[in-house]
């Protein structure tokens, strides 16, 4: 019944090996059974691609699509587009090299391939000295230069690059090309999609000794040519409320993400239009709502279902730095 997904919900992570990726995950994070090439941690995830497998709790075991398809609203909230589908994908990516130059579709041109719309965004929680962010492309790049910086190899030269420091944050809507540069660890929030068409990969050869599939006349029909360079985001200008701090980072027609500086207990209402995500950055935290409380350490994503009338957060100490996401 919808009144007993009230309590906060954990996962098994699901690990990707891709061959950009490091091993800064379970190593910052303290994380046993990963890969020994640890690209991603897909952390609250319902795409058929990975899973997640409630961790503990009444409803361990369960798979998160599932739990969408039985308990609907009461799970994903009514902003969900469709109730019975968990609608966003949560992801740590270890950047070890380069991620390929990449577009993905949008809601307006997926169709064109065949391909889900995905917009996402990152926040940045690591990176090595003089590591980048690619996103957007320079102003005058038109179809017809980016076929020629193909045609010789200098793709990355029509990107815009951004440097970056960990808690910035950056917006790529879908149809934006992009790249997460080498040494950068990230947080990531996105459509739930993992439909993603390679324009570039450095020249680069996969674990086979030949160079990796590329999808350029798919991209071309995904990028948005009008599409602005972007800017990193750095919160500020927060909202007490107490001791605590909350800092708008993005907002879409997707997700809403805000920066919590947690100095002391904290309860917020719901009103069962969204299910609330959480990423401890720092510190670590008691998350209570239904009756049952987890403790969440650094690196640890948890989800309350929108069905929760409210949710209380709790410092173990100190102070604590929360990612929160709704729809």
């Not at 503990?56 to 909230?77: C, H, I, N, Q, V």
């Not at 740590?92 to 889900?116: F, K, W, Y």
């Not at 209570?288 to 690196?299: D, I, N």
């Not at 989800?303 to 949710?311: H, I, N, Q, R």
Request: hydrophobic content about 40%; proline content about 8%.
């Amino acid at each position: 019944m919808s009144e007993d997904l009230r309590v906060p919900l954990t996962f098994v992570p699901v690990y990707k090996d891709n061959l950009w990726g490091g091993c800064r995950i379970p190593e910052k994070y303290h994380r046993s059974g990963t890969p020994e090439v640890c690209a991603e941690s897909w952390e609250i995830s319902a795409h058929p691609a990975g899973v997640g497998v409630v961790d503990g709790g009444p409803f361990s075991g369960r798979r998160l699509d599932d739990l969408a398809k039985e308990y609907g609203a009461a799970l994903t909230g009514t902003k969900a587009p469709n109730p019975g589908s968990f609608p966003l994908l949560f992801k740590i990516i270890d950047a070890r090299q380069a991620l390929s130059v990449q577009v993905h579709p949008n809601n307006a041109n997926a169709a064109a391939t065949g391909g889900e719309p995905k917009t996402e965004m990152w926040v940045v929680l690591d990176r090595t000295p003089e590591a980048k962010l690619y996103a957007g492309l320079k102003r005058g790049v038109t179809p017809e230069k980016l076929r020629g910086a193909l045609a010789d190899g200098t793709v990355d030269r029509q990107l815009v690059e951004l440097p970056v420091e960990p808690g910035q944050a950056l917006f790529i809507p879908g149809g934006m090309m992009h790249a997460i540069g080498a040494g950068c660890l990230i947080y990531e929030v996105q459509q739930s999609s993992n439909t993603t068409y390679r324009v570039f990969d450095w020249n680069r050869v996969g674990t086979d000794g030949k160079p990796r599939q590329l999808h350029v006349e798919e991209s071309f029909k995904t990028i948005d040519w009008s599409l602005p360079p972007p800017q990193m985001i750095t919160p500020e200008s927060g909202t007490l409320e107490g001791r605590n701090r909350w800092f708008p980072v993005v907002a879409c027609d997707y997700f809403t993400l805000r920066k919590l500086e947690l100095n002391e207990p904290l309860t917020v209402k719901q009103d069962g239009s969204s299910f609330t995500a959480f990423f401890v950055v720092s510190g670590s935290v008691e998350l209570s709502s239904g009756g049952e409380t987890v403790g969440l350490g650094a690196g640890r994503s948890a989800l309350v279902p929108a069905a929760a009338a409210e949710f209380s957060l709790r410092p173990a100490s100190g102070s604590v730095e929360v990612l929160v996401t709704r729809l």
